[in-house]
């Protein structure tokens, strides 16, 4: 259920025509920021102001011929919003996130940003929108400060070092002795998982988009790890409409909103109180944990 790592696949075949030995951070630019099988419409638009409005109308969608993943998904989440996905392995919860950055064109219905169907924005317009943080970081061979500027190349130091701050990643830099320009990856630091995704939420805080995705962590990290990394995507959401994929049900409680996904489509949503009083899908998946 990652995210990245279907599209990834699917790009392989445009990826090979690259010289080998490009990191990985060619392949992330490639996925969010270009992509060479959708051609944006002769007629579409750049925004530069959006407020992350976002609403799903009769989606329906499948990787498969014949086989819907969604039936007729209907949502509407409101600028600023957190909204949970949670329900059963497999019920949708990742596909239905992976078509607003448009990984996966929808096939029935429509989904729009600010009122603006996805498919009349420019593409890269759109992606530039959508900040993606999921377990699976994505590093590049480079310095801390190119991993956090990550292809920005107008980001300043001032605006690197306030977001390594804001994603409790200063400390760390500053304890290298390189600092910044400390080189990470497979000829460098290693950082642990848990700076690893900080470093991801460094990069949002200064990519700053409107909408964000949560990919939450399946693998666990001791708890003052977590503890810390939920503190920080906590500062992250603030004033963003946030979609969390929740794996977990124990990180989502305080989520404006919860929707429960199953194969049959949105079964109930509701704040966790009201979920819990409803006694419905919701109350039983907790009573399984
Ligand atoms: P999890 O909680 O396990 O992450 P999920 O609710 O996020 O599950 P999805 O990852 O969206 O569920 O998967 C929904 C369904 O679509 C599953 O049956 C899955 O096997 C299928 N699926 C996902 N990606 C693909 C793909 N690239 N090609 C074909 N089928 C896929």
Known sequence: SNIFFRPIEKINAVLESYPK???????????????????????????????????????????????????????????????????????????????????????????????????????????????????????????????????????????????????????????LPEGMDTVIGERGVKLSGGQKQRLSIARMFLKNPPILILDEATSALDTETEAQIQKSLAELSVGRTTLVIAHRLTTIQNADRIIVVTKDGIAEQGTHQELMVSGGAYSRLHQLT
């Not at 607003?100 to 429509?110: A, D, K, Q, T, W």
């Open 21 to 175: 030995g490009i990191a990985g951070f060619k392949r992330y630019l490639e996925i969010m920021d270009t992509e060479p099988e959708i051609a944006d419409r002769p007629d579409a638009v750049s925004l530069s102001n959006v407020k992350g409005d976002i609403r799903f109308e009769g989606v329906s969608f499948g990787y498969e011929r014949n086989r819907n993943i969604l039936n007729n998904i209907s949502l509407s989440i409101r600028a600023g919003e957190t909204i949970a996905f949670v329900g059963p392995s497999g019920a949708g919860k990742t596909t239905i996130c992976s078509l607003l950055p448009r990984f996966y064109e929808v096939e029935e219905g429509s989904i729009t940003v600010d009122g603006l169907d996805i498919r009349d924005y420019q593409l890269q317009n759109l992606r530039k929108h959508i900040g993606i943080v999921q377990q699976d970081v994505f590093l590049f061979s480079g310095t801390i400060r190119e991993n956090i500027a990550y292809g920005d190349l107008a980001a300043t130091d001032k605006q690197i070092w306030e977001a390594a701050r804001r994603a409790s990643l200063d400390d760390l830099i500053q304890s």
